[in-house]
């Protein structure tokens, strides 16, 4: 029962990659208590995931500390104690993206598919040995873009460099930091647009939301413990269902009286079920 | 109020800039893609100019009116060459 590894990338930094890696790791590991979940922190020299996930205390060894050798892959995990079943593998913070070579993180990479059930690379920005490291050992990639020109841009190329790929690693599309209100007043494209552009399939939509940075501050993803129901935390858990296979209808980030949006989103819903 | 009249009335009649970053990003990416592709406007001359050599030699074609373009459906581009052709030319 080898887990499958999901890469999140974008290609261009601060579109929220580390946030949707945590949110939906937190989630995942929170619909299904039986279901392992690791998540490795890939941005050596600029590691965040730990920060975001609460954990940044309680790191002993590190990802490269692995590969050299240094010690077993099982020392460095780092288990989260509101969630059993959630591991973090962080990244070296005093080391750069040479420290690894991509037949490293595949071997890796191996090692813990025989020890959870699913694998979650955060990626880190660029197109350059950090990329390609992350790529080498994924089975798929969640491309995450806002619906900004240059974000979509940088998206655009990542997706191509995944396909171009010996193994054509597949890109699905997760559209974060969305804000309804100025895409209502045609001052932002829309996720239709962002679809069109860029020619992938849809996994989610996740919309602009402050509570994202009181609970970076706290150290507690927004997947975690959100009560509305319309709101990042939500969206979250929603990519996380459809990441087990779960078909769940886009969230009304629109609001109930927008009818046409509704209808546009109605037709959107038939393009998401994940495998 | 102005929202509300604004929703009513549908989108803007001048371009918004929704469609104006929509415009001018399908361009960008598109040449993006043509670049990493390998594949500069000159080559793409070149490409149409050798094609219709070949293709004079069994048709007999208008050259002016030829059109070749490379289109893109999804993530695939596909070449396309339009060319009226006026009569076949005999075998030889």
């Not at chain 1, 459809?242 to 009286?257: A, H, K, Q």
Request: charged share 25%; glycine share 6%.
């Amino acid at each position: 029962m080898a887990a499958k590894t999901l890469l999140f990338t974008s290609g261009k930094g601060g579109v929220g990659k580390t946030t949707c890696t945590a949110n939906i790791g937190v989630a995942l590991a929170a619909q299904d208590s039986n279901m392992n979940v690791c998540m490795i922190d890939m941005d050596i020299g600029l590691r965040n995931l730990d920060i975001q996930l609460g954990l940044e205390n309680r790191i002993v060894y590190n990802l490269v500390d692995v590969i050299e050798g240094s010690c077993k892959v099982r020392q460095a995990l780092v288990k989260d104690k509101r969630l059993p079943n959630l591991a973090l593998l962080p990244a070296a913070q005093t080391r750069d993206k040479t420290s690894v070579s991509p037949e490293q993180m595949v071997n890796l990479v191996n090692e813990l598919r025989e020890m959870f059930d699913l694998i979650l690379i955060d990626c880190p920005a660029g197109i350059e040995q950090g990329f390609h490291n992350s790529a080498a050992a994924a089975d798929e990639a969640i491309v995450v873009t806002t619906a900004e020109m240059s974000a979509v841009r940088d998206a655009d190329r990542v997706i191509g460099l995944l396909e171009a790929n010996p193994r054509k690693i597949n890109s699905w599309l997760l559209v974060n930091r969305l804000r309804a209100s100025m895409v209502k007043t045609h001052d932002m494209m829309s996720v239709d647009d962002v679809i069109e552009i860029l020619g992938i399939k849809l996994l989610g939509v996740i919309p602009e939301d402050e509570k994202i940075i009181v609970s970076t501050n706290k150290g507690e993803p927004l997947s975690l413990n959100a009560t509305k129901v319309i709101g990042a935390g939500q969206a979250f858990r929603n990519v996380a269902m459809r990441l087990t296979g779960v078909e769940v209808p886009l969230m009304d980030i629109y609001g109930e009286s927008q009818n046409i949006f509704i209808k546009q989103f109605n037709k959107l819903k038939s393009l998401i079920k994940f495998k | 109020m102005i929202g509300l009249l604004g929703w009513l009335t549908g989108p803007p009649k001048d371009v918004s800039s929704r469609e104006e970053a929509k415009k001018r990003l399908q361009l960008t990416i598109f040449h993006d893609r043509m670049e990493v592709m390998e594949l500069p406007a000159e080559r793409l001359n070149d490409l149409r100019n050798e094609l219709m050599e070949v293709i004079a030699k069994y048709f007999e074609i208008d050259i002016n009116r030829t059109e070749c373009t490379l289109e893109q459906d999804d993530r695939e581009v596909a070449f396309v060459a339009n060319i009226p052709v006026k009569r076949v030319r005999a075998g030889g």
